[in-house]
């Protein structure tokens, strides 16, 4: 089927626009973009379908890295069909998802139950990344190559950090001989251990035990040390603190094969949120200072920290109304990462052109994937919709299993109107 867009504002995060015109669609695929609008005979024959945006932003679809859906083990908090619901609502036509499930996807045959049960159940687009190590204990590393053939795009253990420096060398060294991409969570264990707040003023009088910001930094160092001496692709899946990026530029400067990530929480909340041990805002790292977030946003918006993402963690209501120290981490954010994000844009941080490189084209060059851009031949994977909408976030009404979202009945800006993948409709009016 063939449909053009019109009167859009085209959201292009590869050349870096922000401009009204036109996007054609044919067989899946964009056929053309236009910069400047057509007139109604143009459509008429060109196009079977032809929709009026109205103005509204046009955009890639975003691509999601790090998304926690909790099959197999936990599908109570979240199964592949709610989840790409969620993510059709919030405009993610691709997730990529997290091997910390119950149990976790270290084996080929794992991987291939929870491809399957993707194709089956999800709307949207679902890539799939495996462990780096059996069972994520840090101990012995998996098969890399055989779930590189079952389709993993990535390895990661997640947040359980590899603590020894001989097996995660051995790990980089046979990624790097297969071309894998490593994903790591910089945190140096021994500090962070049992941490649920940052350390600081607002730690101590809550009375909560907490981490120095250094254990990012610690852990960061030794792994960039470690992809110096192995040559592995890597990327940091949550840079959160001033203090880890000089380590992090003089990385890149070096010429390494090296990303980093942050989590849209960390970009629009601070440490101060959690006010009263309120456990929709614990979640892992903790949120960091004010100064802290700032520098973030200088970071995404120079280009240092390459990718935005939800880090989408559902956790049920038994596992958060609990103490704060012993309350699960995590939030959801398929359904809020868009409407989080319009916070950034509203304030004059940073531009939906650079935003959008963030959330969607960089992710996609990261894993290897043809999506998250606007140019003929490119998928047809779109988001429709209005940064400027307000409304009140009602947890309930997320699509989510789960509800814990710290934006709970927080006013926002920015609604989805309609998601498209391969030039289909899977959310929307």
């Not at 970071?299 to 103490?323: C, F, N, W, Y």
């Not at 989510?400 to 009945?409: A, E, I, Q, V």
């Amino acid at each position: 089927m063939t449909t053009l867009f019109t009167n859009a504002r085209l959201i292009d995060p590869q050349a870096g626009t922000d401009q009204i015109g036109s996007l054609l669609i044919k067989d899946g695929q964009i056929n053309k973009v236009l910069t400047q609008d057509v007139d109604l005979a143009e459509k008429k024959l060109t196009a079977v379908n032809f929709l009026d945006c109205g103005g509204k932003c046009l955009a890639p679809g975003i691509v999601d890295i790090g998304v926690k859906v909790c099959e197999p083990g936990e599908r109570h908090k979240e199964s592949f069909r709610s989840a790409g619901q969620a993510a059709a609502a919030g405009g993610v036509t691709t997730m990529v998802t997290r091997p910390d499930t119950l149990p976790a996807i270290d084996t080929p045959e794992t991987l291939e139950f929870v491809t399957r049960r993707a194709q089956e159940d999800s709307p949207v687009h679902i890539r799939h990344m495996a462990a780096l190590t059996k069972g994520r204990e840090g101990r012995e590393m998996v098969e890399i190559g055989f779930l590189q053939d079952a389709g993993a795009v990535a390895f990661t253990d997640c947040d359980l950090v590899v603590q020894s420096t001989k097996v995660l060398s051995r790990a980089l060294t046979y990624a790097r001989s297969l071309g894998a991409l490593v994903m790591a969570h910089p945190q140096d264990p021994g500090l962070s251990q049992g941490a649920a707040v940052t350390s600081g003023k607002f730690a101590s009088l809550r009375g909560l035990p907490a981490v120095s910001p250094m254990a990012e930094r610690m852990g960061l160092q030794r792994d960039l040390t470690l992809v110096e001496m192995t040559g592995v692709r890597y990327h940091a899946d949550g840079i959160t603190t001033a203090t880890a990026l000089p380590a992090l530029r003089r990385a890149k400067d070096a010429g390494l094969d090296v990303t980093a990530g942050i989590n849209i929480h960390h970009l629009t909340l601070n440490a101060l949120d959690v006010g009263d041990y309120r456990t929709f805002f614990k979640i892992k790292p903790p949120l960091r200072d004010e100064d802290d977030r700032l520098a973030m946003v200088q970071a995404v918006a120079d280009g240092t920290i390459d990718i935005i993402s939800s880090m989408h963690t559902p956790q049920d209501e038994e596992s958060k109304r609990l103490p704060f120290e012993e309350a699960a981490s995590g939030a959801v954010a398929l359904e809020t990462l868009l409407p989080a994000a319009m916070r950034l844009y509203h304030s004059g941080m940073i531009d939906l052109p650079t935003l959008w490189r963030a959330m969607s084209l960089n992710p996609a060059k990261r894993l290897g994937l043809n999506t998250g851009r606007l140019t003929v031949g490119a998928p047809a994977d779109l988001v429709l919709f209005d940064p400027d909408a307000p409304f009140v976030l009602d947890r309930f009404k997320l699509r989510s299993k789960s509800k814990n979202t710290p934006f709970d009945g927080q006013r926002m800006q920015g609604k989805v109107i309609a998601t498209y993948v391969a030039g289909k409709q899977v959310y929307g009016p």
